[in-house]
Nanobody, 122 residues
């Protein structure tokens, strides 16, 4: 089992920045691909970004490319999502997830956190 806990969400103005974190426990963190997903009200959950176990490989959804940066610190069992130039359409609950596969669909992720709310509004 892998337990995941997100933090760092909040209210930010359009154009602002926010960093959310995901702390993992239970298994060897570096063995897992980690991903960020988000779900806005009335919409389906969507892929945001993913990072390989070593941190050497990343990929992003087109909607966040160039604005968001995913990273991880395996010594701290923690993954981050730095979000810059935030837009109102980025408003969602952001969840982290763990997988044994290099995959960008939610069905490939076995472990999920509860999520943290990010609201972009003036």
């Amino acid at each position: 089992q892998v337990q995941l806990v997100e933090s760092g969400g909040g209210l930010v103005q359009p154009g602002g920045s926010l960093r959310v974190s995901c702390v993992a426990s239970g298994r060897t963190f570096s063995n897992y691909v980690m991903g960020w997903f988000r779900q806005a009200p009335g919409k389906e959950r969507e892929f945001v970004a993913r990072i390989s176990g070593s941190g050497g490989r990343t990929s992003y959804a087109d909607s966040v490319k160039g604005r968001f940066t995913i990273s991880r610190d395996n010594n701290k069992n923690t993954m981050y999502l730095q979000m810059n130039s935030l837009k109102p359409e980025d408003t969602a609950v952001y969840c982290c997830a763990a997988s044994r596969q290099w995959i960008d669909t939610e069905y490939g992720y076995n472990y999920w956190g509860q999520g943290t709310q990010v609201t972009v509004s003036s």
